[in-house]
């Protein structure tokens, strides 16, 4: 066995199946070497599970958004959503009541913080799990007598003599009613809560449960079921149940359908109100009477699909109509099971069909990609959870007054601002024609150099989903000027925020040179009134292009640009205040107006050496740049060439040295070392190899970050130096690469 | 609001998921988004969701809050077109957590666990941190990940030897 092999690494981490385990145990005794693979990777997992966890500990949520949570949890169910077999099946319960044994015996379980008791109460579970979906239908043939009964019968209703436990798990007891009914007060001291009826000897009769515990049923049954205690009822293999009645108006009770089984039917005059939980399995609701119970008025009427493989199908019966519960929902799907009409019906507060939110999408049920129809429902769900917490007129805004000045201090009419954002939910997209005119982000000043703009008190984010109207809120902000003659000007650093000294704190990472400790806070201080937003006198950057000749290069386009992420590590977003201008036929050039801070150059062509304020040429591109306090005018030369001429070739090999063709090789190619922004970053260059193997690229830097290189049928390779850039680059020359299989 | 009797009060069902999940949930989505304040808000609006979705099987939740939690965080990546490095300084430390020097030999390490990780695929990284501190199964974080369950396990054999040869002291196997 290879000792590279991931199976020894799944072996060590304890992730095969018994039978891969043995087989691969088998192996480890006449292999030293693979053995001794799998005692170094078991303790190097241990010491990185040891690291993983005692990372700095991250923020726990806050007491208030955990509250929110809890909340919700509370407000949109009623029931205990906790797997409702494991109420059935779970060992030692005693004598409280199964709902309160589930959240006692949960935490203590999955609080373990070890990772081998954690899966201890994972097999545990799978074990239960195991249980519930292998049960076949109890015979009584198999039935003991002598088992102690945990419910106290009622005798008298009882009329057939078979009230037994089912030997296969004594804790399932079976009862037959044998064409009377049966009304099982399932007693407040059981341990037990399965019930399990055969249902052929009880058609037309009623069958009544008192107390926590479920009742399951098997094959058809008829009668009615009143039910009074949660938990209650699953509607069993394949079988039909109608005439549900649980609970009353003051404790309504679920109804749960779990089990694998493909199909339940809910037939008949069902009034439970409770609220249906479908965990698995198919749920079919059939007959005139075919509903899912529960008021639309009340929070109760739940169906709730949990597990992707839980569904509610529409009856063949024409014109059958779900009504529709007051929330349909969870990650299985609602399905129709032939061309019969499906209606979707949303009522009103008159009881009338309407819909006021919300879309109904229909498609074939072909069109539907798996997970499409659970996407959308989160969706919406979300979607409907965040109008009602933020109503659209309760938003709340803060206004701000800005003014514009001169370079000699007087208020300027006419000039155009536009906000620029830089974090959080700032950022804009200044390409998307929303914003470009949008009355939040673009202004021109009055007659006494003057606008006011709006800053919300919430995250744009979520405005902007409900009232698609993009919308400064919490974030990071910049007011931009342009204004013909001067470099423009940048207001403050713009600080819109929730809370308050946290977020002030906060800040001191943030800072660049464009913020230099000066803020307004807008929701803490009261920001000065107006915020003056100074337009100044900028410099002048001029210089020549030339070839590697030393021939001017006419009609070189260079551009200046300010970014004001320039030192923070997103780089990019806030790009402005642009200037550009063509090199004469001398080649050279001249842009005046730049705005006297750190500023971007480009130029068209491959820019490859540079020379600075006059000073010695490099080979290399420096267009990061970054005037003195009294500097005028910055001369910047340049050399630029029309086709990269750096050159990375090499031939990529199998491991028995045979040309492998086609094989992708991508270099990530840099401008600067270390990279400064994302883009950079992530810029890549790539060849295929021909069928010799070989592959060649001429790029436009020699800051090579690394390599990758894949082809069918064999693994991929990678090699790269450190993201923080403390490596070397990879020079030009070749690159030979091995792939194995 | 009408409650049945029989279901205890004041607990709620999403307490001991809180309890289990809040941590890792934070530590995941802040490995993604760069920033724990933001990641608090990701793993706030997963369990919001959880707390309207209700009924999930138990062996279905982890793989469930993880995909709905990283889905969340890379949306908000995506809106945000930011890639920032942790900030440690942005992390509070309460008072029953380890004292300044021992805090500092934590950080020193998991400094040192970061840099390492810098050196893997972003592919590695992530499984890796599912498998060792979120201690997922190898098919827990292929549903999460959408990635095949041998291809997950391909990543963290990968991931492991990578961060073996890097790491800086020789292992010391017991055995």
Known sequence: ??????????????????????????????????????????????????????????????????????????????????????????????????????????????????????????????????????????????????????????????????????????????????????????????????????????????????????????????????????NTVVAGVPGSMDKIISGDAAAPVPIAKIGTDKLAVLNGRNTYTGGTIITSGSLVITGENANLPGSPNTASGIVTLGGARGTVASSPAPDATPAPPKTLGGSGGLAQADDSTLKLLRRNANNEPSISDGVIIAKNREDTPPGAAQALDQEKTRSRALKAAFPADKWRFREVVFEVHDPDGKPTPGVKVFLMGVERDGIRDLDDDTNSNNKNWNFVTDAKGRFTARFGDFRSYDYEEVTHDPMPGYGGF???????????????????????????????????????????????????????????????????????????????????????????????????????????????????????????????????????????????????????????????DLVVVKKPPYHYFGKVTDAQGQPVPNAEVTLGVSRHWPSRTYGDNHHFENATTDAKGEYELYVESRLVRGFTVEAPGFKRETQWVLDDYSGTPYKPGFYDFQLSK | MVRSSAVPSPMSWIEPILERYERPLIQYAASIMGDPETARDVVQDTFLRLAQQGALASERLAPWLFTVCRNRALDIKRKENRVIAMNEEHHEVKSEEPGPAARLEIKEKTHCLNQLLQRLPENQREVLRLRFQCDLSYREISEITQLGEGNVGFLIHTGIKTLRQLWPQPLEVTK
């Open chain 1, 1 to 230: 066995m290879n000792i590279d092999d991931p199976k020894l690494t799944a072996y060590a981490l304890g992730e095969l199946s018994a039978e891969e385990r043995h087989a691969i145990e088998r192996e480890l005794q006449n292999n030293p070497e693979a053995r001794s693979f799998v005692e170094e990777t078991a303790a190097f997992a241990g010491l990185l599970s040891k690291e993983f966890h005692e990372e700095i500990p991250p923020l726990e949520l806050a007491a208030t958004q955990r509250a929110e949570i809890v909340n919700e949890a509370v407000t949109s169910r009623k029931v205990l959503p906790f797997p409702l077999r494991r109420i059935a099946w779970a060992a030692g319960i005693g004598a409280v009541a199964a709902a309160l044994a589930i959240v006692a015996a949960l935490p203590s379980a999955i609080r373990s913080s070890d990772r081998k008791g954690l899966a201890r109460y994972e097999e545990n579970e799978k074990a239960i799990v195991a249980m519930t979906t292998s049960d076949g239908i109890p015979t009584l043939a198999q039935s003991k007598a002598e088992t102690a009964n945990p419910f106290a019968v009622a005798a008298d209703k009882l009329a057939m003599a078979p009230v037994v436990p089912a030997t296969a798990a004594p804790d399932k007891p079976t009862y037959s009613a044998g064409g009377k009914d049966l009304d099982v007060p399932v007693s407040a001291t059981a341990t037990q809560s399965l019930l399990a009826l055969d249902s052929s000897s009880a058609s037309g009769h009623s069958m009544s449960k008192a107390g926590n515990g479920m009742l399951k049923e098997v094959n058809s049954y008829t009668g009615e079921t009143k039910t009074t205690a949660s």
């Open chain 1, 478 to 636: 910049y007011m931009v000027a342009e204004y013909p003659g001067t470099a423009g000007g940048v207001s403050p650093y713009l600080k819109n925020v929730e809370k308050t000294e946290d977020q002030l704190l906060s800040l001191s990472g943030e800072l660049n040179e464009w913020q230099k400790g000066e803020f307004a806070l807008l929701n803490v201080a009261k920001p000065p009134v107006p915020v003056v937003i100074q337009l100044k006198r900028g410099i002048t950057v001029t210089g020549s292009v030339r070839d590697l000749e030393g021939r001017p290069v006419a009609n070189c386009q260079i551009g200046t640009m300010h970014d004001l992420h320039a030192t923070s590590h997103t780089g990019f977003g806030g790009q402005m205040l642009p200037a550009r201008t063509d090199t004469d036929a001398n080649g050279n050039y001249r842009i005046e107006h730049v705005y006297p801070n750190r500023f971007d150059m480009d130029a068209s062509g491959v820019w490859i050496k540079t020379r600075v304020r006059g000073g010695p040429w490099q080979e290399k591109r420096i267009d990061d740049l970054t005037p003195g306090s009294k500097e005028k005018e910055i001369r910047v």
